[in-house]
């Protein structure tokens, strides 16, 4: 997936939401984007993954290369990624292999695997109405999985997780991309971006501001905060391990 | 309740197909008959349709809610504006004809309203979805009739919500008819502009998954036509096209 | 008006017991809040901590034991009238918003309770939304909208704040002035309840920390107490949060457990120049 010097405005909006923007994402990495609420995280995953301007309307300026048709997005709301025509786990996992008309045995092997990576195995007989927001979400995660997508957006996709859900979820992330999957996750959460993202965007206005690996764009994880009000100059360290080795004792 | 019942009767086993083809039926046969008589005995039979499924319980009270206003119009209506020859009710005068066409376009309604919130009651929206798409029937079309076939059922936990949130708010629900009236706006218009906010997320959750996708759809478990279940449709067609035939050639003979 | 602003109630729970269509989510939960405490309450997904939040302000009755707020017994009132002294912001609050602007929206709560605006135009200026209290709140961020909703809450001048998750999806930003607005909140004298999985936060605004599992609580401490304790968190799932962490890393003095005390504890560090 490549932009190159795109503008992206919103129909009816007057100053756009996107503004600019040049990168590249190779498959088999994870790419983090963090920034503001109205930065343009939203507005950047929708462009990178050709759902805008092509379902939401407005108008793209610039380059913009995508290199697969397999494309996934999760948002951080489970209930509206649901098809609300399945009354088990199984079926809604397997909608979007059924849909592309693959035979039954492929549809369930697929359906099957995206259940074990998310750990969600245990739900398949159940209804999705009937789950947590928690539970809701791996199985939205494990639905568009079970797609194989080549090029896989995440919108905040840990906001209904509990610590334990949201780690095994990032921790996902880099065994997708060993598989060759180009991951472009946003979030507020920078301590899961620093752990998670080999390259993270940071972006401002609609802009990308800052591109680079964690520890050389991010600046406010809460150990980057604590360091920063200690007097430490910058960069700042990330985590702990980073803050220990910045002391001299 | 209006939407689907999980139960372990017949029709909650038969094909998605055959509930609504009685439901249909007994549509069209509240319209062939004309008699009084004759068009409550078609909403007895929906009521035996409603008791077989074990939902009779559960539709009775949306379908009373449903045609009760409907009802005491068509009674003030036709009894009041009707012809000849009236009786007394106190100080009205109540036609007799307009009573009976009163009790036909009513028994209708209950027809249609138990056979139908029936058919809603025992169809699974999953397995008319795994019918439809053994059948080769559009996606689109497949899902444009289930949403609306379970629209009721999906609105119901937001309702829910915002009714807790307001009250949280201090919204007192109840009280005059005034006081109920006011309390609608900040129930409805939160419903309505959360389900819009969310409309594209939604669109492009069911574009990821191949909702827009050419080409025919696996079904996973597509539910068995049984011999029972063609031979219900069958008799349902059987006895629809005999009561037209009576209606349109037995009268004028 | 039974609530006077600003002015906390006790909470308690006494032995409530709460099932869904007989899958039982509390098992026997016993706990006083003295008036003005902010407690936290963490546990994994499905342990039962919004339905011991829910119950507070009337939307679930219990099926055994006791609720109260301050001398209020909650199997007496209905929501709206507890609605004067609990004020509850939903995990989903941006769902709720109705009016044309976001002023108005924030202002619908102390309209029912016969508040002035004085609340309303200081949970604004609280959460960062004067500049967008014209707009529709619809023509909002998600998130944003969440920010309105708390306003709307904070408007109500509550005596007991409760709040359902009330970071997730926030940004920086957010978070912090949800965080500054809870601790002018709790030197008020309002009780404060809250449920998160967000540790960091918790560190930040917790007197209190209550661990639910399965229905129980498991663990019930005093906030630095608990988030110092890697040893006793991770029974629990938890890791501490960061400054408890580099708080326990360097033997700093007092066992920091927020971002500002664990720098303060740190003033007079040396630091290498680079992090290689």
Known sequence: ?249 | MIGYVPGASALHRAHPYTPLAIATGLLLMAFAVSAPGAVWVVVAAAALFAASAGVLGTVLRPAAILALPTWVLLTILHGLLGGAPHVMLGPVAFSVPGGERALVFGGRLAAILLAFLTALATVSPARLVEAMTARGVPFGRVYLLVSTLTVVPRLRARVRQIVDAQQCRGLRLGGSPLARLRALGPLVVPLVLSALAEVDEQALALDVRGGTARGRRTALEPPEDSRADRAVRLAVLVAVVAAYAWKFLGAGG | MSAAPGRGHAVRWEAVRFAYDGVEALRGVSLDVPAGTTLAILGPNGAGKTTLTRLLIGLLRPRAGRVSVGDWDVAAKRPDELAARVGYVFQHADQQLFERTVRRDVAFGPQRLGLGDGGVERALGELGLLGGAESHPYDLPAPARKLVALAGVLAMEPGVLVLDEPTAGLDRAGRDRVIAALRRRSVDGVTVVVVSHDLAFVAEVAERIVVLREGVVVADAPAGRLLGDAAALAPLGLEPPPAAAVGAALGLPGAPIRVEDCAAALGGVRWRGTGA
């Open chain 1, 1 to 249: 997936m490549a932009l190159d010097a795109a503008t992206f405005a919103y129909p009816g909006a007057r100053t756009p939401a996107l503004l600019d923007v040049s990168l590249a994402i190779e498959a088999g990495t994870v790419t983090g984007v963090t920034g503001a609420v109205g930065a343009g995280t939203s507005t950047l995953l929708l462009v990178a993954g050709g759902f805008a301007p092509r379902l939401t309307g407005g108008a793209l300026s610039g380059r913009r290369d995508i290199a697969t048709n397999r494309i996934g997005i999760v948002f951080a709301t489970p209930w509206t990624q649901l098809t609300g025509l399945a009354t088990t786990v199984r079926a809604e996992v397997a909608f979007g292999p059924a849909s592309l008309g693959r035979p039954r045995g492929s549809v369930l092997a697929a359906c099957g695997a995206a259940l074990r990576d998310l750990g969600v195995e245990h739900l398949a007989d159940r209804d999705p109405a009937s789950l947590s927001g928690g539970e809701l979400q791996r199985v939205v995660v494990a639905s568009v999985l079970a797609m194989e997508p080549e090029l896989l957006v995440l919108d905040d996709p840990a906001a209904e997780l509990d610590p334990a859900g949201a780690d095994a979820l990032y921790a996902l992330l880099p065994e997708l991309a060993r598989r060759g999957t180009a991951v472009l996750v946003a979030t507020p959460d920078s301590e899961r971006l620093a752990r998670t993202a080999e390259r993270v965007l940071v972006m401002e206005g609609g802009r990308v501001t800052r591109d680079g690996p964690p520890a050389a764009v991010l600046d406010d994880t809460d150990v980057a905060r604590i360091a920063r009000a200690a007097g430490c100059p910058a960069p700042y360290p990330l985590d702990v391990a980073a803050l220990v080795a910045r002391v001299v004792r």
